[in-house]
């Protein structure tokens, strides 16, 4: 049976606007497709699309995987994923001011498995920052009751095979090792648990580890001339996205468009959007 995981709801003017609420993590493994709660963990989904938005996760890798437990990123990266040099530095992915835990802010969501959380200091509750893990089982009687609680402020809506890897690591499966990562510089040290593509290679390089490209669902809408405006939106693949719009709240939902997502950007236009103040959504189905 079909069901809604997604909404993207927009209000807008004849002025561009853009918002994002679903977002793709691409990896070598699979892509995972995360719904964000924005109404819940407002401040905990604005820091994250700001880092994702200011190209601070640029080249970086799945730093930490425990199976069973979490697999964590947005901690580091490299200076440049597709050097073939073995001496490529390791660096820290630029921080933001830490933010507000909000795990007892909106509704309570506990980390349960395949939801995504932010990672902080031991100690300190409001120390979230740009690390972020991904629950592999159900770890909310440990998480929700240890430093204030881990904020859950997404849940995965496609990519279960590819985050079940993570839970079948070992070391002869031919696909995923965790192993030390014995670097060039102090930041490796930090890597007990670092989950590498296997190579059989001891100790593995640069073009092992486990990159991670993350972007949002952007919609853009602007006007074009003529009283028309067009609706642009990073389309998800082989999904039905419905264009939808409304002139009013409550809202009644009209079809604009139907479409089989790429995984690119679509675009289409409104010849006749009406009122100024109208209201734009793009809903994809799971």
């Given at each position: 049976?079909?069901s809604?995981?997604?909404?993207l709801?927009?209000a807008?003017?004849s002025?561009?606007?853009g ?19 924005d109404?819940d963990?407002?401040?905990?989904v ?6 994702v ?8 890798f799945l ?10 990123g947005?901690?580091?990266n ?9 001496f490529?530095v390791?660096d820290?992915v ?19 498995y ?29 998480l929700?009751?240890?430093?204030g ?14 985050l ?22 102090a ?13 059989g290679?001891s100790p593995?390089?640069?073009?092992d ?11 853009q ?22 264009v939808?719009f409304?002139?009013k709240?409550p809202?009644?939902?009209q ?32």
């Amino acid at each position: 049976m079909k069901s809604i995981r997604y909404f993207l709801l927009l209000a807008l003017s004849s002025m561009s606007a853009g918002a994002g609420t679903l977002v793709q993590f691409r990896t070598i493994l699979g892509d995972l497709e995360v719904e964000l709660y924005d109404q819940d963990k407002p401040v905990t989904v604005r820091n994250f699309i700001r880092y994702v938005q200011s190209g601070a996760y640029t080249n970086m890798f799945l730093h930490r995987c425990i199976p069973g437990f979490v697999v964590q990123g947005g901690g580091f990266n490299t200076t440049n994923r597709f050097s073939t040099n073995l001496f490529t530095v390791f660096d820290y992915v630029p921080n933001f001011v830490p933010i507000t835990n909000e795990f007892n802010i909106g509704e309570r969501l506990g980390n349960g498995y395949g939801t995504l959380a932010m990672a902080k200091a031991g100690g300190d509750p409001n120390s979230a920052s740009s690390q972020w893990f991904f629950n592999l089982g159900d770890n909310s009687t440990n998480l929700d009751n240890q430093n204030g609680g881990f904020t859950v402020f997404g849940r995965l809506v496609r990519g279960t095979n590819a985050l079940n890897i993570f839970n079948a690591i070992s070391l002869g499966n031919g696909v995923v090792d965790v192993r030390k990562f014995y670097g060039t510089n102090a930041v490796t040290s930090l890597f007990s648990d670092l989950p590498v593509r296997y190579s059989g290679q001891s100790p593995p390089d640069f073009d092992d580890l486990i990159y991670v490209d993350v972007s949002l669902l952007n919609v853009q809408v602007r006007s074009v001339g003529g009283g028309t405006r067009e609706i642009s939106w990073n389309s998800v693949s082989n999904k039905l996205n419905h264009v939808e719009f409304t002139m009013k709240f409550p809202p009644s939902w009209q079809t604009l468009l139907s479409t089989n997502g790429t995984g690119g950007v679509l675009r289409i236009t409104d010849s006749n959007p009406g009122d100024a103040q109208g209201f734009y959504r793009v809903r994809v189905e799971y």
